[in-house]
């Protein structure tokens, strides 16, 4: 996104910190061989393959979120991405996805996913430089955090894929 004056600062800077959590998630996804890339180091924990698919499903639902109907926000749009910001970091909270953002158990094609998310992340950067992200979007609350903003739903995305960046990291 090229950024010109009439291009809010939000879109600015969301752009750019998706451009870069991008860029970190596809090099830590390409260090995976391809049984690497499928080996799971517990059977209750997902494979870098499984997360990788995971955060796929999440980015196109967040696409299709975010061209859902919104609403004019009656509080800063930015509100709850400290709330966010400590939940995600906690550890201890584990979240239940829902079932449409659970992946295949199917062996996983590292530099296919790669791609995919690629493809999928060049959508959202389109999207963010044409809708307002101060608008909230209540058909699609936040099991966490309720009634998001697009402001947050690019945070949140930003942040959960630093979550499971860490786990990547740590798998190798």
């Known amino acids: 996104m090229k950024p010109t004056s009439k291009t809010p600062l939000y879109s600015v800077v969301l752009s750019f910190s998706l451009k870069a959590n991008t860029y970190q998630l596809l090099e830590e996804l390409s260090r995976f061989d391809n049984p690497a890339f499928n080996y799971k180091p517990e059977a209750h924990q997902w494979s870098a393959g499984e997360i990788a698919e995971h955060l796929l499903l999440f980015d196109l639902w967040l696409n299709s979120i975010l061209q ?65 992200l101060t608008r909230e979007y209540p058909g699609t609350p936040h099991p966490l955090f309720g009634v998001l903003s697009g402001v947050e739903w690019i945070n949140f995305q930003i942040l959960y894929t630093r979550r499971y960046l860490e786990q990547l990291q740590m798998m190798k």
Do not use: C, Y
């Open 68 to 132: 859902t109907a919104s609403k004019n926000t009656q509080r800063d749009p930015q509100d709850k991405i400290n709330m966010i910001t400590a939940g995600l970091a906690n550890r201890f909270i584990s979240m239940e996805n829902p079932t449409r953002l659970n992946p295949a158990s199917t062996v996983k094609e590292p530099q296919k996913l790669i791609k995919q998310i690629s493809n999928s992340r060049k959508k959202l950067l389109v999207l963010i430089s044409h809708i307002d």
